[in-house]
């Protein structure tokens, strides 16, 4: 192994900069070349290929976003895109690659070392989702629940001069991860995710209880992916049924994703980005490299990919306990 590149894909993270930073770091540790590839797949497609040195990566730790930009790509779905990529990997002479993103990143790499197998890469979980199977956490994961808390715990200040409710929807479209733990830990009266049937008789009795206890402000956190169909829906539906007359939706939107990263975010970046770098000069190949009990662990693509993260029974435990429903 003479010679890495490393790529961000998919949904951008906070963290995913440090992740940089750390693969090339390593690499040059480690006495090997190291290229950036600007623009995921796409600019693998399209030969953008820059080389990096340590100066490349200075300053950029706390800054979120990624230096190497991101792109969704249709040509790679191809034979013919997959086809250009290689030859472009093999031009440069380039051994093994290093994969940040979710799961459409991990099926591309999987897709394509079945194709062209002599090139090896190797994945780190990037995502706010959190819902990667394999591993505790995701780059990124943490600077988006604290941005969520600290957007509600904003809310709240309004709410309570106000004597509004207010329904606030943050990301996760398939999980509830983000919506769990920023609304625990911001004192919400409901949270209401993609993993459970939201039950709209049940939410206005709550509400309406709350209410009758001289409580005349509320929040209820909605994931993106409630069945129901989202904040705006929810809030329609209760409308007339409750006794609050001033109600208020907030989408908390690609915020969560934006942002400088966490201290958490950025040492588990750090962390995976050696833990890649290292197994890639291992010559291992087509697995995730993630982190389980503080312990770094290989997981295969196939895993990786097929089986997503569920929600620990601890946290829908606290969630039933501290909020209504």
């Excluded at 209401?192 to 206005?204: A, F, H, N, V």
Aim: proline content about 2%; some cysteine.
């Amino acid at each position: 192994m003479k010679k890495i590149a490393v790529f961000t894909s998919g949904g951008d993270s906070p963290g995913m900069n440090a992740c940089i930073r750390a693969v090339v770091r390593t690499a040059l540790h480690y006495q090997k070349e190291v290229v950036g590839i600007r623009r995921g797949y796409q600019g693998l497609i399209e030969n953008e290929f820059v080389d990096m040195q340590t100066q490349s990566v200075s300053n950029i730790i706390q800054k979120g976003g990624t230096i190497l930009g991101t792109a969704r790509s249709k040509d790679f779905m191809t034979v013919e895109g997959r086809a250009r990529a290689y030859e472009n990997l093999k031009r440069h002479q380039i051994d093994g690659v290093v994969a940040i993103g979710g799961d459409g990143t991990f099926t591309g790499a999987k897709v394509f070392m079945e194709e062209f197998p002599d090139v090896h890469f190797v994945g780190i979980p990037g995502t706010i989702d959190n819902d990667l199977y394999g591993t505790d956490f995701t780059i990124g994961y943490d600077t988006a629940i604290n941005t969520a808390m600290h957007a509600i715990d904003n809310i709240k200040d309004t709410a309570d001069s106000h004597s509004r409710l207010f329904f606030v929807e943050v990301m996760g479209r398939d999980a509830g991860f983000i919506a769990v733990r920023s609304g625990v830990a911001s004192g919400a009266e409901a949270i209401l995710i993609p993993e459970t049937k939201t039950s709209i008789d049940e939410l206005i009795n709550t509400l309406s209880e709350n209410y009758a206890r001289k409580k005349r402000s509320s929040i209820v956190v909605v994931a993106e992916g409630d069945d129901f169909g989202g904040a705006y829906k929810i809030s329609e539906a209760i409308k007339g049924k409750i006794p609050y007359d001033d109600i208020r939706v907030t989408v908390l939107g690609h915020v969560q994703r934006g942002g400088s990263p966490t201290c958490n975010d950025r040492f588990l970046a750090s962390r995976l980005g050696i833990g890649a770098v290292e197994a890639l000069i291992a010559n291992k190949k087509g697995i995730m490299i993630g982190e389980q009990c503080h312990k770094l662990v290989h997981i295969p693509f196939e895993k990786a990919i097929k089986h997503n993260q569920s929600l620990k029974p601890y946290l829908t435990e606290v969630m039933n306990i501290l909020c209504s429903v």
